[in-house]
């Protein structure tokens, strides 16, 4: 097996627990925010900024890469890991939720998916064998099968054709796979926003037995409270001693409740989009560090923070470096972005192996306001 | 005196030599390239990252700071030094070169230069004693007096008209400075392409008793041959004791030629500008990385080449983030550009230094090609 897990302590209070996600390029802690590396570069960090915020895993995704620089010259170049310089786990999506987000430039058969490329409109086609060979190709630690997420909102019936469609799609991926013992292969379930639904596709994902699983789509539109209703009607039926990953998740209180409710794994866009719009991400809420409030602010973003930028930077400065659109504002925002995250979840972990989790999320909401 | 300049060797072949500028932030050893920070950040690089590969000085721009985020915020933060994170030398310009390059947004009087914001087209007005005080407000280690830059061409009378001006807005801004002891002002020679007006500029200049001498008007356009003859018509009438500065020059061949003359330091936003279009100096001279031919190319910039970027980094990666626009595409270029001239300057000065520059020169042409 290529991915192992372990857990090694669960809350008595609620479904959280503190893991250990064993892969070949290393050993990762979970609960785990994964920083998202599109196009094999996490948006303005070297991997060695990374390694100095403590990043330990990243994901990576499977229909950039393809389009380009193509997975076939990763793969000359020794894999994804020695292409971007990263030796720690990676995580690659499996190109579906990309390829259904195109709209009307792609066209689903049982077969797979044929669109035509976001850059120039040639045409491509991804389907659950071409997805593995890709990630294969990439050499990511994990991947994902090729699923189908449905839109919110989505009728019933569409997206009970598409949860099973996603299963047979999923037995492919399995079937098609060549190195079970380099790459691990996670299932994803689906079942939009019916709890009837999400349980058949738990259990019948469970059935073709992954090393782990993903809730796919959630957070894509819906309301905050729909979400966690149905992520509690769906890892119940996820079995406790494998890893448990929530997709497209990443401002600090779905974190936190995400983790509530049993989930491992979290990876989003939010902390490095936001901050190349020159928001940052704090304790208590986003700042927006454009604001004119902040013109002549010469503290750090967060006095408490012990990153780079905030030990070295002021707000007026940060402000100065966005308001002129200048690249090491937007490096400083996404380091201390990435770095709240991790100590977020350093936390986190702290207080589910205190046992206290309860509390500590209490208080976190003392302070943290969801803006 | 804020800066002091010490000749330790000369060549024995030519005008160069090798010295010690000594400035309240710390020593620089000449020959130095500086690194151009517009907007108080050299684009994409850290000052840390610039210590690294040990940029000694760098150079800011009164224009930019003055229109955002202002001088007096800079001053009110405690000096650009501390604003941007950078405890080293800095030289600041007097805006003069930018406000000329406005064209018909700007309106020259005797008394300075009525001028258009290019940001948001408000008005504005820069003259030798506003120059002084915005620059005294940044707190940079070397000023520049508020000078004329003539365009290339122009004719006699009007360049001699102009650095007549120059002259005495030369005299306003010594006679306006405050703090001598704590930054020093350097005088600006002009006189177009017309040795004879340089000559009558450098002597009339150095009247006025600086501690260090600017080359302006130069690189502005005019044939390389044409350049280096007004450049051999100037620095004669310097004086050897003071530092020569030959402003907005950076490729590597006029590096080597205007140190050849008797130039001592050098800015230009070249490396920096380049890089964030795919381009990288090397000792063969220009690559461009986005092209074609690097696809697959997964050896680095430059196999002989010590930086961070060529020891962890392929052409093929590098050429598909500039390609896909990544930010960090644009950083390990600016990163391999910067210390690349910077190790050009360590080989210029051990060639001075072992009195053998003229051979040095020409081994350094066997390879080298200006393309």
């Known amino acids: 097996m290529a991915v192992s897990y372990i857990v090694n302590q669960k809350s008595s209070e609620c479904d959280a627990r503190v893991g250990t996600l064993k892969t070949p390029h290393g050993e990762v802690e979970t609960p785990v925010f994964m920083p998202v590396g599109t196009q094999a ?15 330990e895993i990243i994901l990576s995704n499977t229909y950039h890469l393809y389009l380009r620089p193509g997975s076939k010259l990763i793969k000359e170049a020794g894999g994804l890991h020695k292409f971007m310089n ?13 390829v259904f987000s195109l709209g009307n430039r792609r066209n689903i058969t049982e077969q797979g998916v044929e ?15 071409k997805a593995v060979e890709i990630q294969e190709d990439l050499g990511s630690d994990i991947m994902m099968v090729f ?107 779905y974190l936190v409740e995400g983790v509530y409710r049993g989930i491992d794994m979290f990876d989003c866009v939010f902390p490095t989009r936001v901050a190349r719009n020159g928001t940052a991400m704090t304790w208590t809420g986003k700042m927006t560090v454009r604001n004119a409030s902040y013109k002549k602010d010469f503290s750090p973003i967060d006095k408490s923070c012990e990153c780079y930028t905030c030990k070295n930077y002021s ?27 991790v100590q977020l979840m350093k936390e986190i972990r702290q207080a589910i192996k205190n046992d206290n989790f309860k509390d500590w999320r209490e208080s976190f909401y003392k302070s943290y306001q969801h803006n």
Chains 1, 2 share one sequence.
């Not at 997420?149 to 037995?171: F, G, H, M, N, Q």
């Open 147 to 253: 699923d189908e997420c449905p839109p919110y909102p989505a009728d019933e019936i569409y997206v009970k054709k598409s949860l099973d469609r996603t299963l047979r799609w999923a037995k492919r991926c399995k079937d098609s796979q060549n190195h079970a013992d380099k790459q691990a292969l996670f299932g994803i379930v689906q079942g939009g926003m019916y709890p009837k639904l999400r349980k058949e596709s738990a259990l019948r994902t469970v059935e073709l037995d992954f090393p782990g699983y993903a809730v796919g789509g959630l957070s894509v539109g819906e309301p905050k409270e729909l979400m966690l209703e149905v992520l509690e009607n769906t890892t119940p039926f996820l079995p406790e001693e494998k890893p448990r990953y929530l997709m497209g998740v990443g401002t600090a209180d």
């Open 315 to 341: 707000r007026a400065y940060i402000r100065h470096l966005v308001k002129t659109n200048e690249i090491l504002g937007f490096r400083l925002i996404t380091w201390h972005n990435l770095y709240f995250l």
């Open 115 to 129: 669109f035509r490329s976001h850059i120039d409109g040639s045409k491509m086609f991804l389907s659950p064998e």
């Open 41 to 55: 570069t996490v948006k303005t960090m070297t991997p060695d900024e990374l390694k100095e915020l403590e990043s």
């Open 86 to 98: 990263w030796d720690r786990p990676i995580l690659t999506d499996s190109g579906g939720f990309q």
